[in-house]
């Protein structure tokens, strides 16, 4: 046999060797043997926010991140951390943001409070604009039915311009 064939085949040996340990790796999804913690895995899949999505939990996503996420939930709950200490660990790392249903504290007012001051904000400007629109208050700050009335200088000015014309 040549060398260039024992290369060969060491080389090809090698990568079926690789091959066959990706197949034999552990899997972010893989069940946990135990039924009580796959379960309270998945719960806590279902509260956590997966960061690379819009809105979905690390559940239902599969992206990288989510199933990095998915697999620190079961090692820790395996290790046995309660779910309070899992959720801690992740709000710590990646912050309440993590949560699908975040605290109402301080830091999270924007979170629950913004969208309501906004549509508050809105419905006043609105409401403030058409009782302008109502009350005839033009931009110009006369009555939208014509201009303001003329002074009496005005009026003197604008009949002495129009007998010079004439």
């Given at each position: 046999m040549t060398s260039v064939r024992r290369a060969l085949l060491g080389a090809t040996s090698v990568l079926w060797?690789?091959?066959a340990a990706n197949a034999?790796?552990?899997s972010p999804d893989e069940p946990l043997a135990d039924a009580a913690l796959e379960a309270r895995a998945r719960a806590l899949h279902a509260e956590l926010r997966c960061l690379v999505c819009q809105g979905q939990s690390i559940a239902d996503s599969n992206a990288g991140l989510a199933q990095d996420?998915?697999?620190v939930v079961r090692e820790?709950?395996?290790a046995g951390e309660s779910d309070e200490a899992v959720r801690g660990f992740l709000v710590e790392r990646y912050g309440d943001y993590v949560l699908l249903d975040?605290?109402?504290k301080p830091e999270t007012y924007a979170l629950w409070f913004g969208p309501a001051a906004v549509l508050v904000a809105g419905a006043g400007l609105v409401y403030v604009l058409l009782r302008?629109?109502?009350s005839g208050v033009g931009a110009a700050g006369g009555a939208a039915g014509g201009p303001a009335p003329l002074s009496a200088e005005e009026r003197r000015?604008?009949?002495a311009l129009l007998d010079d014309d004439s």
């Amino acid at each position: 046999m040549t060398s260039v064939r024992r290369a060969l085949l060491g080389a090809t040996s090698v990568l079926w060797l690789a091959l066959a340990a990706n197949a034999w790796a552990f899997s972010p999804d893989e069940p946990l043997a135990d039924a009580a913690l796959e379960a309270r895995a998945r719960a806590l899949h279902a509260e956590l926010r997966c960061l690379v999505c819009q809105g979905q939990s690390i559940a239902d996503s599969n992206a990288g991140l989510a199933q990095d996420m998915r697999a620190v939930v079961r090692e820790r709950l395996a290790a046995g951390e309660s779910d309070e200490a899992v959720r801690g660990f992740l709000v710590e790392r990646y912050g309440d943001y993590v949560l699908l249903d975040p605290p109402v504290k301080p830091e999270t007012y924007a979170l629950w409070f913004g969208p309501a001051a906004v549509l508050v904000a809105g419905a006043g400007l609105v409401y403030v604009l058409l009782r302008r629109a109502r009350s005839g208050v033009g931009a110009a700050g006369g009555a939208a039915g014509g201009p303001a009335p003329l002074s009496a200088e005005e009026r003197r000015r604008l009949d002495a311009l129009l007998d010079d014309d004439s």
